[in-house]
């Protein structure tokens, strides 16, 4: 139980501090997902299950704050974190730096899967555009270096 109450902390600040920065600093909202990063930590390290209810949850509190088309955010991160989870059930990905990388490819992924889900819905979807991707990947890398090791230092997560 307390492992679902620090997941939904973690959730609930991850939606608040994106909502904040979205209206204080926009260029920012474009190139850093908090809650991405949280739906990452619970992938890598294995736990398909905690990361897909991380997904759905963040992605659905994110599609209600920021508006956009209810249920896009909810399914691409179930989706991440489904993908993640099972790499990371056989493969270490607890370490800062192999997270750092996850969160890379996941934001790629998130990319690549939302105007598909679009698609599926009938609405119109514009693929990435490839400056778009690079902001994205390289915001939510550092991003997620800096998150994982500090969480490291912190003894959250592995230093190696």
Known sequence: MKGFLTGLALLVSAVMLQVLASHRVPPLHRSVDL????????????????????????????????????????????????VLGGIGSHFELSSAPARTVAVMLAALLESAVQPLILLGLGLPAAPPQPVDLLLRCLGNGVAGALLFSLAAKKGLVPAT
């Open 35 to 82: 809650v991405l990063l949280v739906v990452v930590y619970y992938g890598s390290a294995g736990q398909r299950v905690g990361a897909m209810f991380a997904g759905a949850a963040g992605g659905l509190l994110e599609d209600v704050w920021l508006g956009d088309v209810m249920g896009i955010h909810g399914l691409s991160k179930t989706l991440i974190a489904y």
